[in-house]
């Protein structure tokens, strides 16, 4: 069964503070992904990397930005978090080309205060 | 810029009854139409997709009916059973490139027992 963990499952920050969200895989998968998920607009993509130290930006990646290190990781990183940043974060994985099952983590709560 | 107009954004439906949710997508180039399922404090999980060179994919009670000319697909569940409660989201993906899919807004489907 193919895993997607995110470390944080509920943050709670302060106007102004850094996030880290982590997210690993254990598939071996090139392709990784961070989505946003807020109600009535769905699933919108922040950023995805397809290979270590690889990155391009999704269709919304204002005030964030992400590392891949190592090909397991990817980490989503919010410099001065605001409060329209408050929302759910999902991590993917998924092999590369089109047709490939994109697998999800459960997700990170972020409420910023 | 929502490229793909999903509808209605809730729904509540009697036990066996057949919900049916509907989507719209404007960029003729995508090629790849994925359904996801999600459960609450869940990621979303692929539930069934479809090409556009097929008019009807089903898999279990699930199916996809695909209009290219109207540039419309929709997710039908026969008789649905209060399991089947959860967010569903469509979305649509470019042959070429990276999978980065765009996801629809998500419905809310409720099976009343």
């Known amino acids: 069964d193919v895993k997607v963990t995110q470390s944080s499952r509920y943050l709670v920050k302060r106007t102004g503070e850094k996030v880290f969200l982590e997210c690993v895989q254990d598939?071996?998968?090139?392709?990784m992904f961070w989505y946003r998920q807020d109600p009535g607009l769905g699933l919108r993509l922040i950023y995805f990397s397809y290979d270590v130290k690889m990155k391009e930006k999704g269709d919304i990646p204002e005030g964030y930005s992400v590392s891949r290190e190592k090909k397991e990781r990817f980490s989503l990183i919010l410099e001065s978090t605001s409060t329209n940043q408050t929302s759910m974060y999902l991590c993917?994985?998924?092999?590369?080309?089109?047709?490939?099952?994109?697998?999800f983590g459960e997700g990170s709560w972020l409420t910023v205060v | 810029q929502q490229q793909v107009k999903q509808s209605p954004q809730s729904l509540i439906v009697q036990k066996g009854g057949i919900p049916i949710i509907n989507c719209a997508y404007e960029?003729?180039?995508?090629?790849?139409f994925p359904w996801y399922q999600q459960f609450p404090g869940k990621g979303p999980a692929l539930l069934i997709a479809i090409r556009p060179d097929v008019s009807e994919k089903k898999e279990g009670r699930f199916t996809i009916s695909f209009n290219k000319s109207a540039k419309q697909f929709s997710l039908h569940i026969m008789d649905s059973q209060p399991g089947d409660s959860a967010t569903y989201f469509c979305a649509a993906s470019l042959r070429q490139g990276a999978q980065k899919l765009v996801f629809g807004q998500g419905t809310r489907l409720t099976i009343n027992p």
């Open positions: 960029n003729t180039a995508f090629d790849y």
């Open positions: 598939m071996d998968h090139e392709n």
């Open positions: 993917a994985s998924s092999l590369p080309g089109q047709g490939n099952t994109i697998y």
